[in-house]
């Protein structure tokens, strides 16, 4: 299993604010965005990590990019795009038998060069991509905080389209449809702005080889650190694959809580456009939904079972000879 942190950092030409960033992100692959670096600072960093570093820089102090990948974690890598202008930089890799793309992005602040960037984004919404990084630009109204004003954008249109062409998602939105999580938090004339922009966009057919995605607070940046993993993991209990006990299908609750999920996960778009796929992926949440079903069950016959000894102790007696009189 390879990790992947994504990070917008506000700059990152300062040594220690480097290696605070490098411990916040602690993971095989790292994708920064708004480094600032020139070409010192790249020879700098190179010094400072183990193993092979990818940039498209921009200016000293705006854009940049990166991806940052540790020694001996993957095979063949190589850069395969660079826009030179601090936007995108692209790497591939081989891992479980296929060469898997990863690009880190940076999209303009403004709408109208965000609408041209994404425009450009031909080439990287392919088969085995997965593009992580600053989308600056909210994809739902689930991406901001209640109260925020929606509005229309250009380069939203852009890129749907270009997902779409691609059979490209939003992992973390096609696992959370109803949810909501924010990546970016700002004060703006004393009033905390908050929305999802950080994203990672993956091709549908390697969907199911993507594992948590979680977004982590730091004190680095305002945005917030993005974390994934790439590959598949089985997870062993007490030296032994976990098996399902035959007696949860007598338990009507955890039956009901099973077709509750199944019939959510029906309403998302890969159960139409890939339903190989979207059953693929339901077998492994309906395991860990089962495990923690089970855990809770076990929990709380526990508790049950540690008060009727305690009744039981009382109805003894001190003498524990028989019932008080």
Wanted: glycine letters at 12%; aromatic letters at 8%.
């Amino acid at each position: 299993m390879v990790k992947v942190t994504s990070l917008n950092a506000n700059g990152l030409r300062d040594y220690w604010r480097r290696q605070q960033a490098l411990c916040v992100c602690e993971t095989d692959i790292i994708c920064l965005q708004e480094t600032h670096w020139d070409d010192r600072v790249v020879e700098d960093v190179r010094r400072e990590w183990l193993g092979d570093v990818f940039v498209s820089q921009g200016e000293a102090k705006a854009r940049g990019v990166a991806i940052l990948v540790k020694q001996g974690v993957v095979e063949g890598v190589k850069m395969v795009v660079n826009d030179e202008r601090g936007r995108l930089v692209g790497v591939s890799f081989g891992y479980l038998g296929r060469i898997v793309k990863v690009y880190c992005v940076y999209a303009p602040n403004e709408e109208r060069e965000r609408r041209v960037f994404f425009s450009e984004l031909g080439e990287v919404w392919g088969e085995d991509s997965i593009v992580v990084g600053d989308f600056n630009v909210w994809r739902g109204r689930l991406d901001i905080a209640v109260g925020m004003v929606w509005r229309s954008d250009a380069s939203r249109r852009e890129l749907e389209g270009g997902m779409r062409v691609g059979g490209m998602i939003d992992v973390w939105r096609e696992r959370n449809p109803q949810g909501r999580v924010f990546s970016r938090r700002q004060a703006v004339g004393g009033v905390l702005k908050q929305s999802r922009i950080d994203l990672v966009v993956v091709d549908k057919g390697i969907d199911c080889r993507i594992g948590r995605i979680e977004y982590r607070d730091t004190a680095l940046s305002d945005h917030r650190v993005l974390e994934f993993s790439i590959g598949t993991q089985v997870e062993r209990r007490k030296g032994g694959v976990w098996c399902m006990n035959a007696v949860l299908l007598k338990d009507e609750k955890y039956k009901v809580k099973i077709r509750e999920w199944i019939e959510m996960r029906k309403r998302e778009r890969l159960y139409v456009d890939d339903i190989g796929m979207w059953w693929e992926r339901l077998k492994g949440e309906v395991r860990e939904l089962s495990i923690e079903y089970c855990r809770a069950r076990n929990r709380l016959e526990r508790e049950r079972e540690g008060i009727r000894a305690g009744l039981a102790r009382r109805q003894r007696g001190p003498g524990g000879g028989g019932l008080v009189r």
